[in-house]
């Protein structure tokens, strides 16, 4: 079923006003929709006096997400608009690098801003917290029936002396090998402990699915940590840190990692200061597209009634983001149903490229396939996972307008490779022919040799190591997108500051543009300076 999609960015202007920017994808159209911008309030101190209310903390967040006439306005328009149409709603909040703090926000409580009921809780809402990370890898979406899941559950022997309760070994691990049939299961903590060398050493052996039971903790003040075992089996603590930075380090970082440990991501208390280093967001850095986390204390008995729902439904289909909507509702009635918190890199939410196994073409039309001008929707999200990485949130229009124009696949290839940056584009013509043919990712002979430095229009040559550090500086508000925006523009530009003005249009908060535009030219930065 196709989704209209709505993303609430947030980006900090002040102390507790940030600049928010709502963005819409209608997919009935190949057209961008003009996004609303304006400004919320948004007071930690009034949501934790409702930290044990939890309908009311939704609807104050509520209030205060969409006291903006305009922003509230374009929220309801176009949900109302989807929900004439039938079509289901994802919702996305991304929270920019300015504003970590909102990490430690319960936006699984977020209500309607016009009918006060919960939207994490519905199943035509699916709802996630997209993330924006700075690891460039590829993602490469494989076929459900190449997927491998490592269930690792820790149960020391000596959680009593923490005063922890104990861990249901063998019920978890036979509820996630029920939930997961259909998938290649192997399970750690039975006849070994959940040691952290020996979790990574799982993780290496080509695990796309991560799923760890353990007790956790975020000490105020102090950093988030799990609480895993030693090699005799006795509690060992874990940073967060440290268990994001040794998955970066791996080859291929897994797809999802589900943690059901107490308060994996983020502090059961308003602990604002602390939250942006727990360790779902850490996760997204170190390069894993899907997380799902508990953002505080979170009873055994609504994992065990969660879980299985959850893997259930994400079998079918791989659209995590519809899984956790379903098993979300199945809870919505205990006090704990809003901490289980999905945090996402892929647009589509889809965990695999919905793509069965072709058998080879016989006779002389063999290119029959690859050159057809009608393209199934499983390969057009295929694509767009692939370029995701590269272009963000833009990804899946831009395949839905470059697929109208191509007459078939090799020539829609092509074009959505010109979409990126030169460096990157035999990365992913490789991906095109490794999933859909030799054909489909022949690399033109136009272009420019990679590696040459962009000359813009007006005869302006710029030095690669500015482009560079222009880049990297970008990419900390707009993620991988940032690259080819720096391409583009350095082409256009015919000066150092008609680019660093360009640039700046891309960022949202005025005080962050300021802030960028300062760095590039080599000028000292003031929030009270005017540029």
Not at 376 to 383: G, H, P, Q, R, T
């Amino acid at each position: 079923m196709p989704y209209g999609e709505i993303e609430v960015g947030l980006h900090r202007s002040h102390p507790e006003a940030y600049d928010v920017e709502l963005r819409v994808t209608d997919p009935g159209t190949a057209g961008e929709v003009a996004p609303a911008r304006g400004q919320a309030r948004i007071s930690h101190e009034d949501l934790s006096e409702l930290q044990y209310r939890a309908a009311d903390y939704g609807q104050r967040l509520s209030d205060q997400l969409f006291n903006d006439r305009e922003i509230r306005e374009f929220y309801l328009k176009n949900q109302s608009a989807f929900d004439s149409r039938g079509l289901m709603l994802r919702l996305r909040i991304l929270i920019g690098p300015s504003a970590p703090e909102l990490h430690g926000l319960r936006w699984e409580l977020l209500c309607d801003p016009a009918t006060r009921l919960p939207l994490a809780t519905s199943e035509r809402i699916v709802f996630s917290r997209f993330m924006l990370s700075r690891d460039w890898r590829v993602v490469n979406l494989r076929p459900k029936v190449a997927w491998k899941a490592l269930v690792a559950v820790a149960a020391p022997v000596d959680l009593a002396r923490y005063g922890m309760p104990p861990v249901d070994l063998a019920g978890e691990v036979d509820r996630a090998r029920h939930g997961l049939a259909g998938i290649d299961v192997s399970v750690l903590g039975q006849d070994q402990p959940v040691t952290l060398d020996a979790l990574l050493d799982g993780m290496r052996q080509g695990m796309n699915l991560i799923y760890l039971v353990c007790h956790g903790a975020m000490p105020k003040g102090g950093e988030p940590c799990l609480f895993l075992q030693d090699k005799q089996g006795a509690t060992a603590r874990a940073l967060a840190s440290a268990l994001a930075q040794r998955i970066g380090e791996l080859p291929e970082a897994p797809l999802l990692v589900v943690l059901a440990s107490c308060e994996s991501a983020g502090c059961s208390q308003p602990d604002v200061a602390a939250a942006h280093s727990a360790l779902a967001p850490l996760l997204a850095e170190a390069g894993v597209p899907a997380v799902l986390a508990m953002q505080g204390k979170i009873s055994m008995e609504t994992v065990k009634e969660a879980m299985p729902v959850f893997f259930r439904e994400l079998l079918k289909d791989g659209q995590i983001d519809r899984a956790m909507a379903v098993a979300r509702g199945v809870v919505r009635d205990r006090h704990d149903s809003w901490v289980p918190a999905l945090f996402l890199r892929l647009k589509s939410g889809c965990l695999w490229n919905g793509l069965e196994p072709v058998p080879p073409p016989a006779g002389p039309s063999a290119g029959s396939a690859i050159s057809s001008p009608r393209f199934a929707s499983a390969v057009l999200a295929a694509l767009e996972q692939n370029l995701v990485q590269w272009l963000g949130p833009i990804a899946g229009s831009v395949v839905r307008k470059e697929s109208l124009r191509a007459a078939g696949m090799a020539e829609l290839c092509r074009a959505l490779s010109e979409q990126i940056p030169e460096v990157n584009r035999p990365v992913f013509l490789r991906a095109c022919r490794k999933e859909f043919g030799p054909e489909a990712g022949r690399e033109s002979g136009a272009g420019t040799p990679s590696g040459s430095a962009p000359v813009p229009a007006g005869g302006t040559e710029f030095d690669p190591a500015f482009l560079e550090n222009a880049t990297i500086q970008l990419a900390g508000y707009i993620g991988p997108l940032a690259r080819v925006k720096v391409e583009r523009t350095a082409k256009k530009a015919a000066s150092i500051e008609e680019f660093t003005t360009l640039l700046s249009n891309e960022i949202a908060a005025a005080s962050d543009r300021q802030r960028f535009v300062a760095l590039l030219r080599g000028k000292s930065y003031s929030p009270y300076s005017r540029d």
